[in-house]
């Protein structure tokens, strides 16, 4: 019998550099009963403050091991989850299970199911495409934002850069994950670049990867859309919070033009840290753009 649902090995996970969290998992998240939820979960439980990091599209929380220990050290707990579809999350093979609720509503059950509060919200990519519409509906929990190299998707076009990464998942649905890593990161080393690679050992392990390129927001009518305005709508007028932005200055296309306009979309959102070498995964350039987050918010002097 063909399995719905896959779930990567542990064995996978051996030795990965620069990575010995332990991994914490949910599976009754309502909803989502029978899905495996992975979730990081380092620092203090009574800790006063929160990160959680949300990582995009083809990573997974391997993505924020240089950041976890910084703010860490800073006395906070840090949660780092996997989408489904991703990392040590459990993965439903058939594409069409994935969509944008999919996803927001599960980070809402499992936000909810650790009553995680005084929550900064540490974001990038499909991160922060989900994330950024969280503070809206969650405005007693979540406090603080981090955010790097992503958007708000309203429905119109992301532009060529993303047209051409859009086409070139769909054109290859068993996408090379560490190739791909190794290629848009040079700074990876050849472990680390296949770590990203870890969780998905075959094309059926993939359709989360391949559905977020065609789940992003660039006609009026796709789900999300009504959403991301009100999100829009509270982070220019109603936000309360500090916001802290980084951008890696080699993004092609979540760069500086689209990080600008999202600047000056987050009401009070202070001018950008710029990381000039920085590419897409800004996370790769991490402790640098983690520490700096901590000085700005005076968590460490």
């Not at 890696?248 to 000056?264: E, F, K, Y």
Request: with cysteine; net charge negative.
């Amino acid at each position: 019998m063909t399995k719905t649902v896959l779930r990567t090995p542990d064995d996978a996970f051996a030795d990965l550099p620069g990575w010995a969290f332990k991994p914490n998992y949910v599976d009754d998240l309502p909803g989502y009963e029978g899905l495996r939820v992975h979730y990081v979960d380092e620092g203090p439980k009574q800790a006063e403050r929160v990160f959680l990091c949300l990582h995009g599209q083809p990573t997974w929380s391997f993505l924020y091991r240089k950041m976890i220990p910084v703010f860490t050290a800073s006395g906070a707990r840090v949660i780092a989850p996997d989408w489904l579809g991703f990392g040590r999350s459990d993965k439903p093979v058939a594409d069409q299970t994935y969509g944008y609720n999919f996803h927001r509503d599960m980070m809402i059950a499992l936000i909810e199911r650790l009553d995680l509060q005084n929550i900064t919200l540490v974001v990038q990519d499909w991160g922060g495409v989900l994330g950024l519409t969280l503070p809206m509906d969650m405005p007693d929990r979540i406090k603080r934002l981090l955010v790097m190299n992503t958007a708000i998707a309203t429905g119109i076009s992301a532009g060529k850069g993303f047209d051409d990464w859009r086409a070139y998942c769909k054109a290859n649905p068993d996408l090379n994950i560490a190739a791909l890593m190794a290629r848009s990161c040079s700074v990876l080393s050849e472990a680390e670049a296949a770590a990203y690679g870890a969780p998905f050992p075959d094309v059926t392990y993939k359709a989360g990867v391949r559905r977020f390129p065609e789940m992003v927001m660039t006609e009026p009518g796709m789900e999300g859309v009504d959403l991301s305005k009100r999100a829009a709508g509270f982070l220019s007028r109603d936000w309360q919070g500090d916001c802290f932005m980084a951008i890696g200055m080699q993004d092609p296309v979540l760069g500086p033009p689209i990080m600008a306009a999202l600047q000056s979309l987050i009401k009070d959102c202070a001018a950008p840290m710029q990381i000039e070498q920085g590419g897409h995964f800004l996370q790769e350039w991490g402790d640098e753009v983690a520490t700096a987050a901590l000085k700005h918010w005076g968590d460490i002097s």
